[in-house]
T-cell receptor, first 107, second 116 residues
């Protein structure tokens, strides 16, 4: 079993839609949870960072961690074409990544 | 640009040749990480340094792979006797870990290796 499983893509939504991206993880000891965004041919960039359980909001982005079910989510409100990228969840300080979900927001 | 820089951006080599990638981290970042990413997958951790000390190596890092960070600044990743399965994007990241540092990893744009 992989340490981090991410919903496979690709995902295509119309502009303005709410996007939900999800991951599950296997090790209950993980305390750090992150979402990275990666544009084509670029390195990943940190979007959201959460320590332990709970929600964190930053503009149109909300990260949610449910440690009881080992489930992490990223919600994007009012999605824009510029949000089109691959989204990667990651856990722990050494960063174990999910496989990524490719998101396309259609204008 | 004061971000993480990697060189070369793309390397094409023949099977069996040796290749070396260089990473220049953000200045004053004490930690430096190497990851490998293949198409359609997330980055996989290879190794990391704190200053010049290599603190952890993944089992993915076979004996054909060696990484150094001799003066605690730039780092090199060498792959000897390349195989076609080594074709991937090699990503470097750095972070400021410890007092005053957030620990956030900043990634470079990667070095893409193609082994023919």
């Amino acid at each position: 079993q992989k340490e981090v499983e991410q919903d496979p893509g690709p995902l295509s939504v119309p502009e303005g839609a709410i996007v939900s991206l999800n991951c599950t993880y296997s090790n209950s000891a993980f305390q750090y949870f992150m979402w990275y965004r990666q544009y084509s041919r670029k390195g990943p960039e940190l979007l959201m960072y959460t320590y332990s359980s709970g929600n964190k909001e930053d503009g149109r982005f909300t990260a949610q961690v449910d440690k009881s079910s080992k489930y992490i989510s990223l919600f994007i409100r009012d999605s824009q074409p510029s949000d089109s990228a691959t989204y990667l969840c990651a856990v722990s300080r050494q960063l174990t990544f999910g496989s990524g979900t490719q998101l396309t927001v259609l204008p | 640009d004061t971000g993480v820089s990697q060189d070369p951006r793309h390397k094409i080599t023949k099977r069996g040749q040796n290749v070396t990638f260089r990473c220049d981290p953000i200045s004053e970042h004490n930690r430096l990480y190497w990851y490998r990413q293949t198409l359609g997958q997330g980055p996989e951790f290879l190794t990391y340094f704190q200053n010049e000390a290599q603190l952890e190596k993944s089992r993915l890092l076979s004996d054909r792979f060696s990484a150094e960070r001799p003066k605690g600044s730039f780092s090199t990743l060498e792959i000897q006797r390349t195989e076609q399965g080594d074709s991937a994007m090699y990503l470097c990241a750095s972070s400021a870990y410890g007092a005053g540092g957030t620990g956030e990893l900043f990634f470079g744009e990667g070095s893409r290796l193609t082994v023919l």
